[in-house]
């Protein structure tokens, strides 16, 4: 999985301005408590919170059935529910894999390990494991501290606004990005983003709006800037709605792109606008909205040739980031 984790975040750095399998209707996060197979009975369940708001649920069973039964049971289930199974990257035979990876996607994620415990079990039943991945917190807002903002020389803050600081075991990360949060008018804010950046000797590149519901992933892809880094990464075949499927949020935004000298400024604007009960459901972690405003914005200031130094790598692993992220869907 390591693979895997190092390619998101490689996609998240170079597409999405947070820089940080079926597609259905949100359901709830799936529970296996009352869902498990015949001659099979729960010995154990338990849940440990992970990084920000998402959590693992461990589900402990013994089961009459063989592992293979056992197997097609939770496909079965699994992919009713909107899940692919994670193919196998070492080509080992199913009888000799230790585990099995289902996803839906970046919101959840199931892992199955049985195994036949002879040498613990007197009456040789299968005692097997199953493991769901629960993300609760797609924007990543949890893992900041909102604080009065520290006004960058720069750049300038809009008024009301708050900084996010990234906090990691009570320690402040350093990040290439800033993210804020306010009240107030979208288009207010945009439109105080145009008018002061100049002021800052910024001169303006594209400003780029965007407005409707949107597929989460989608919302952080509407530039043209965005657009093509995703053709370049040899990753256009494969949606946003796969990556969050059933995650479609209303929004109102702008991405400002900005030059001045060897640097490039991006402002990324987005206001919320669904409720914010409704966007708990599906799986926002809202309580800095609730206290600071849905408004979010983004800024990176990055070097051009560092910016193309990245998008030439895109390019030349393209396909390698591409097989990986198809084998984590299931394709």
Same mark, same amino acid.
């Given at each position: 999985?390591a693979?895997?984790?190092?390619t998101?975040?490689?996609?998240?750095?170079?597409?999405?301005?947070?820089?940080?399998?079926?597609?259905q209707?949100?359901?709830?996060e799936?529970?296996?408590?009352?869902?498990?197979p015949?001659?099979t009975?729960?010995?154990?369940?338990?849940?440990k919170?992970?990084?920000g708001k998402?959590?693992?649920?461990?589900?402990k069973?013994r089961?009459?059935?063989s592992?293979?039964?056992?197997?097609?049971?939770?496909r079965?289930?699994?992919?009713?529910?909107?899940?692919?199974?994670v193919?196998?990257?070492?080509?080992?035979p199913?009888h000799?894999r230790?585990?099995? *990876?289902?996803? #839906?996607?970046f919101?959840s994620?199931?892992?199955?390990?049985?195994?036949?415990?002879?040498?613990?079990?007197?009456?040789?039943?299968?005692?097997y494991?199953?493991?769901?991945?629960e993300?609760?917190?797609?924007?990543k807002?949890?893992g900041?501290?909102?604080?009065?903002?520290?006004?960058?020389?720069?750049?300038?803050v809009?008024?009301?606004?708050?900084?996010?600081?990234?906090?990691?075991?009570?320690?402040?990360l $350093?990040?290439?990005?800033t993210?804020?949060?306010?009240?107030? $008018?979208? $288009?207010?804010?945009?439109?105080f983003?145009?008018?002061?950046?100049?002021?800052?000797?910024?001169?303006?590149?594209?400003?780029?709006?965007?407005?409707?519901?949107?597929n989460?992933?989608d919302?952080?892809?509407q530039?043209? #800037?965005?657009?093509? #880094?995703?053709?370049?990464?040899?990753?256009?075949?494969?949606?946003m709605?796969?990556l969050?499927p059933?995650?479609?949020? $209303?929004?109102?935004?702008?991405?400002?792109s900005?030059?001045?000298?060897?640097?490039?400024?991006?402002?990324?604007i987005?206001?919320?606008?669904?409720?914010?009960?409704?966007?708990?459901?599906?799986?926002?972690y809202?309580?800095p909205?609730?206290?600071?405003? *849905?408004?979010?914005?983004?800024?990176?200031?990055?070097?051009?040739?560092?910016?193309?130094?990245?998008?030439?790598?895109?390019?030349?692993? #393209?396909?390698?980031s591409?097989?990986?992220?198809? *084998?984590?869907?299931?394709?």
């Amino acid at each position: 999985m390591a693979s895997i984790s190092r390619t998101i975040i490689i996609l998240f750095l170079l597409f999405i301005p947070l820089l940080h399998l079926y597609t259905q209707p949100f359901t709830e996060e799936l529970s296996l408590d009352f869902v498990q197979p015949p001659g099979t009975e729960l010995i154990n369940r338990e849940i440990k919170p992970l990084e920000g708001k998402s959590e693992m649920t461990t589900y402990k069973y013994r089961s009459e059935l063989s592992r293979q039964q056992v197997l097609y049971f939770y496909r079965d289930v699994l992919s009713q529910e909107g899940f692919r199974e994670v193919k196998d990257a070492s080509g080992a035979p199913v009888h000799e894999r230790k585990a099995f *990876n289902f996803t #839906r996607g970046f919101i959840s994620r199931a892992l199955i390990t049985p195994f036949e415990a002879y040498e613990l079990l007197e009456d040789r039943r299968l005692t097997y494991y199953v493991k769901m991945y629960e993300n609760r917190d797609i924007l990543k807002l949890s893992g900041y501290t909102f604080t009065k903002p520290k006004r960058p020389k720069f750049i300038p803050v809009s008024p009301g606004a708050v900084q996010g600081v990234k906090t990691v075991e009570g320690k402040t990360l $350093d990040t290439p990005y800033t993210i804020y949060l306010k009240k107030g $008018d979208v $288009d207010e804010t945009i439109e105080f983003y145009v008018d002061s950046m100049r002021l800052y000797d910024w001169a303006l590149l594209s400003n780029e709006l965007f407005e409707g519901r949107y597929n989460f992933g989608d919302v952080f892809m509407q530039s043209a #800037r965005n657009k093509k #880094r995703v053709a370049e990464s040899g990753l256009a075949g494969i949606k946003m709605e796969e990556l969050y499927p059933g995650i479609e949020v $209303d929004v109102k935004g702008a991405e400002l792109s900005y030059e001045k000298g060897n640097d490039i400024c991006y402002v990324t604007i987005v206001e919320f606008r669904d409720p914010l009960e409704t966007l708990r459901q599906m799986r926002f972690y809202v309580e800095p909205f609730r206290k600071y405003g *849905n408004i979010y914005i983004n800024v990176v200031k990055i070097d051009k040739r560092t910016e193309e130094k990245w998008r030439q790598q895109t390019i030349k692993d #393209r396909e390698k980031s591409a097989q990986i992220i198809r *084998n984590f869907l299931g394709y």
